[in-house]
């Protein structure tokens, strides 16, 4: 059975900083490209971030260059979302997600999803 736990998010302030994980069990991690999707109320799922199969490459949408940082650990079967200097506008429900195949830098075909996390920033 396939699994994607996200955890991590909550409110906080501006400026802050915050660590989001996904722990994923039920297929093998190290051969699937993980991404981060983001869902703010009324608006449409973003894609934010993703990394290679053995962390190599990585892809971010502009909005979070320089303040997002993903990061995957296939020893545990975990990817992180890294966010500082967080901005209102980053608040969202935060989704994991991979995917079988490349390219990294698509928000398209990914198969399996988490249930989500949600980040409040308070400006």
């Known amino acids: 059975q396939v699994q994607l736990v996200e955890s991590g998010g909550g409110l906080v302030q501006a400026g802050d900083s915050l660590r989001l994980s996904c722990e994923a069990s039920?297929?093998?991690?190290?051969?699937?490209?993980m991404g981060w999707f983001r869902q703010a109320p009324g608006k449409e799922r973003e894609f934010v971030a993703a990394?290679?199969?053995?962390?190599?490459?990585?892809y971010y949408t502009d909005s979070v260059k320089g303040r997002f940082t993903i990061i995957r650990d296939n020893t545990r079967n975990t990817v992180y979302l890294r966010m500082n200097s967080l901005k209102p506008a980053d608040t969202a429900v935060y989704f994991c997600?991979?995917?079988?195949?490349?390219?990294?830098?698509?928000?398209?075909?990914?198969?399996?999803w988490g249930q989500g996390t949600q980040v409040t920033v308070a400006s």
């Open positions: 997600a991979a995917k079988r195949n490349p390219p990294i830098d698509s928000g398209s075909s990914y198969e399996y």
């Open positions: 039920g297929f093998t991690f190290s051969n699937y490209v």
């Open positions: 990394i290679s199969w053995r962390g190599a490459r990585t």
